[in-house]
């Protein structure tokens, strides 16, 4: 017997609840409406935020964030997302194809709001292990290879040491009245403690994610939806500037400029097709 | 007020492309798939992924004709090479750690460019569609008359045709060779061939946009197809720079040092 009552009941319906639009009555968002409620009284971080958890923020949380995504707003076209906006805006893409393949290149392993879940994971082990009794010591040398190096998401970074734009945040939260909870804590004392291993220490991914842990009231899901398209400015720059040029100027290749270093030269087999 | 149009829907969607043959104990699941009314089993059997793919896009089987030109574009076109934009972008973002599967979107989408990708690809065939009744010598003629002043970066004589780095694109004759044996004489193919030739005399010529959308239409296909085809055409390629890069980490690829990076003041016109 097939059993297909959940598909069934799906069919041909939609069910939500973020809100929707009914002609001639408005524009709903989780209750709220949209032209006579947020348009014009809510930033528009507090409605992002919203349209991703459900809930409007404490306007201090949203004001935050929005500076968070501005630490991303590189325009700096070597910048890996970034280069190939400016390769899109060089080759004459349209700009939402073109700035989303750069944004879409930022979800990485390396960097960027793909890194977002790695680093709110290392923190919550990190908490988790302390809980049992584990001291942190003990939990770093546990994420450490043989060779001394350090598997800390959140506390390493591509190209630079260290993260100016931490105190910065950190700076703007002080501002706000955001103390420091449980997270940032944690993460100021993994801080302290991987000094003395090199090149690792808190990045901003490391302490974003200590501080929404602390202040952001969402789970690790929404927040990886909240910012997935938080280096969008700095594509942008880098889009429009090269769109602007003459196309195909930006950062061109000779045949000089590509190393070949495969097979030699040779002959398709006599035989062919088989 | 806003108010309703009151659009008419329909209930369903609707393929002409595709067939799937419902299981009579669950109508969720299907037993098996028609291509334009071939079974996919024998398809699997018996077609190349060329003819398929020709099958796809035109509805109907090509004949002999169309199937040698056929492998003969996508193998032509099958990878734009390492000095493109859109393999630049997916050897960018593979070595960058972005995740394997934005890759081909990443790539196929810096492929779709108006400035040598496939949206070139689309106007070049619009225009031969359009103007190929013309006489080659006369049109071109015409066009170079009507050229805007120049600018730096290359000319446009059309969409399709002009320069590359300031000269006829001499990669582009080499990939036109196999592709016009097989063009009939008086197809789109061959009609831009000779307005090629036409242009040669004022330094400019076709460009690999322009060759891909007259095979494309020698083919058979739309302007509008001949784009998507020149993008599916170009994606192993893509594939295959991104999978030598992935894994290889940030160092894989340049990045322009501090010393030969310059940030001009946009308010004083002077290195900052």
């Known amino acids: 017997m097939n059993d297909t009552t959940f598909w069934d009941q799906r069919r041909s ?4 609840r973020k809100g929707g639009w009914r002609i001639g009555g408005g524009i709903s968002v989780h209750g709220h409406s949209l032209l006579e409620d947020l348009v014009g009284r ?58 989303s393949a750069g944004v879409m290149a930022s979800e990485s392993t390396l960097y960027g709001p793909g890194s ?93 994610a200590a501080f929404l842990l602390d202040h952001g009231d969402m789970q690790i899901a929404d927040g990886e939806c909240l910012y997935a398209l938080a280096v969008n400015a700095g ?40 | 007020m806003e108010q309703s149009r009151d659009t008419a829907f329909p209930d369903h969607v609707r393929t002409r492309v595709w067939e799937e043959l419902p299981d009579p104990d669950n109508a969720w699941l299907a037993t098996g798939a028609r291509c334009h009314g071939y079974a996919l089993d024998e398809m699997a059997r018996r077609l190349s992924f060329d003819d398929t793919i020709f099958l796809l896009l035109r509805g109907e089987l090509p004949d002999a004709a169309q199937r040698r030109l056929m492998s003969r574009f996508l193998v032509s076109f099958c990878n734009p090479g390492p000095r493109h934009a859109a393999s630049r972008a997916v050897m960018n973002a593979a070595a960058s750690g972005t995740r394997n599967a934005a890759l081909p979107a990443i790539g196929i989408a810096l492929l779709g460019g108006e400035h040598l990708g496939s949206a070139e690809v689309e106007h070049a065939a619009a225009f031969i569609a359009a103007r190929c009744s013309a006489e080659p010598i006369d049109l071109a003629a015409q066009l170079v008359a009507l050229e805007p002043p120049l600018t730096p970066g290359d000319r446009r004589v059309a969409p399709g045709f002009g320069t590359l780095h300031g000269n006829i694109d001499s990669f582009c004759l080499s990939l036109a060779a196999p592709l016009c044996e097989l063009a009939r004489p008086e197809g789109p193919l061959a009609w831009s061939a000779r307005f090629a030739a036409a242009l040669a005399g004022t330094g400019c010529g076709w460009l690999q946009p322009g060759l891909a959308a007259a095979t494309a239409l020698e083919l058979g296909f739309t302007p509008r197809a001949a784009g998507l085809l020149y993008q599916l055409a170009g994606l192993p390629g893509l594939l295959a720079h991104a999978l030598e ?17 310059e940030y001009v003041d946009a308010d004083t016109g002077g290195s900052a």
């Open chain 1, 13 to 16: 319906r939609i069910r939500t």
């Open chain 1, 42 to 99: 809510r930033s528009f971080f507090e409605v992002l935020y919203l349209e991703v958890t459900g809930k409007l923020p404490d306007p201090r949380l949203a004001r935050w964030i929005e500076a968070s995504f501005l630490c991303l707003a590189f325009p700096d076209p070597r910048i890996w997302c970034n280069q190939i906006g400016a390769l899109a805006g060089s080759v004459r893409l349209t700009p939402t194809v073109g700035i």
């Open chain 1, 116 to 208: 977002t879940r790695p680093a709110h994971d290392f923190l919550v082990s990190a908490q988790t292990a302390r809980l049992g009794g584990a001291t942190l010591e003990a939990f770093i040398a546990s994420r450490t290879r043989p060779g001394g190096r350090v598997r800390a998401p959140g506390f390493t970074r591509p190209i630079a040491q260290g993260d100016d734009r931490v105190a910065a945040l950190a700076g703007l939260a002080a501002e706000l009245g955001f103390v420091n909870g449980t997270y940032l804590g944690l993460a100021l004392e993994i801080d302290a403690l991987l000094a003395p291993h090199g090149d690792a220490g808190l990045n901003m991914l490391g302490y974003l």
């Open chain 1, 235 to 274: 594509v942008h720059a880098c889009y429009a500037e090269a769109a602007s040029a003459p196309a195909g100027g930006f950062l061109p290749l000779s045949c000089a400029d590509v190393q070949y270093r495969g097979a030699p030269a040779r002959p398709l087999p006599d035989a062919w097709p088989p």
């Open chain 2, 245 to 261: 890069t992935a894994g290889r980490g940030i160092t894989a690829m340049p990045f322009v040092p501090e010393e030969r990076y």
